[in-house]
């Protein structure tokens, strides 16, 4: 178990942007896998983005894809999560996911340890 720290939720209208950002413990932070996950109210929890140990290959849920940009900073022990054109069905906790091996993937299965989430509200 890795201990995960999300930040950069809030309120913002539709068409806006947020960055989030997910910090772990610097040990062994660029072995493995990161990703994003969302849930909406009354839904299951969906897979958004997920971004390999070295950055060098990302994977995007289609009703983001275009519109958002993981990424990472190993030296910060860091992973972001760049929202553009924000919709109001983008409302929903985001959470935070380490992988337990360098392998980025889609499914929640390939991931063992999970923030405490954190609030994405866009208004109509």
């Known amino acids: 178990q890795v201990q995960l720290v999300e930040s950069g939720g809030g309120l913002v209208q539709a068409g806006g942007s947020l960055r989030l950002s997910c910090e772990a413990p610097?040990?062994?932070?660029?072995?493995?896998?990161m990703g994003w996950f969302r849930q909406a109210p009354g839904k299951e929890r969906e897979f958004v983005a997920s971004?390999?140990?070295?950055?060098?290959?990302?994977y995007y849920a289609d009703s983001v894809k275009g519109r958002f940009t993981i990424s990472r900073d190993n030296a910060k022990n860091t992973v972001y999560l760049q929202m553009n054109s924000l919709k109001p069905e983008d409302t929903a906790v985001y959470y935070c996911?380490?992988?337990?091996?360098?392998?980025?993937?889609?499914?929640?299965?390939?991931?063992?340890?999970w923030g405490q989430g954190t609030q994405v509200t866009v208004s109509s």
């Open positions: 971004i390999n140990w070295s950055g060098g290959s990302t």
């Open positions: 610097k040990r062994s932070f660029s072995s493995y896998a």
């Open positions: 996911a380490a992988a337990r091996t360098a392998v980025a993937g889609t499914s929640p299965a390939l991931f063992g340890s």
